[in-house]
């Protein structure tokens, strides 16, 4: 079963206004464990560490793009 996927955040005032209450910074990534807790966070998504991520705590191995 896939349980990988991306969830994109909408480009709007809106949003903006409320990342920066939240004090998300822009741009922003994170990378969910699937009990809903933050495994990593970052200004940009290292794809690498994501993927080093997921396979050394999940044993999921997923291949570059």
């Known amino acids: 079963q896939d349980h990988a996927g991306v969830?994109?955040?909408e480009a709007s005032a809106a949003?903006?206004?409320a990342l920066?209450?939240?004090g998300v910074p822009s741009p922003a990534a994170f990378l969910l464990r699937p009990d809903g807790y933050i495994?990593?966070?970052g200004g940009r998504l290292d794809a690498s560490a994501?993927?080093?991520h997921l396979r050394e705590r999940l044993g999921v191995s997923l291949s570059p793009h």
């Open 7 to 9: 969830i994109a955040i």
């Open 15 to 17: 949003n903006a206004q």
């Open 39 to 41: 495994a990593l966070c």
């Open 50 to 52: 994501a993927r080093s």
């Open 20 to 22: 920066a209450q939240a």
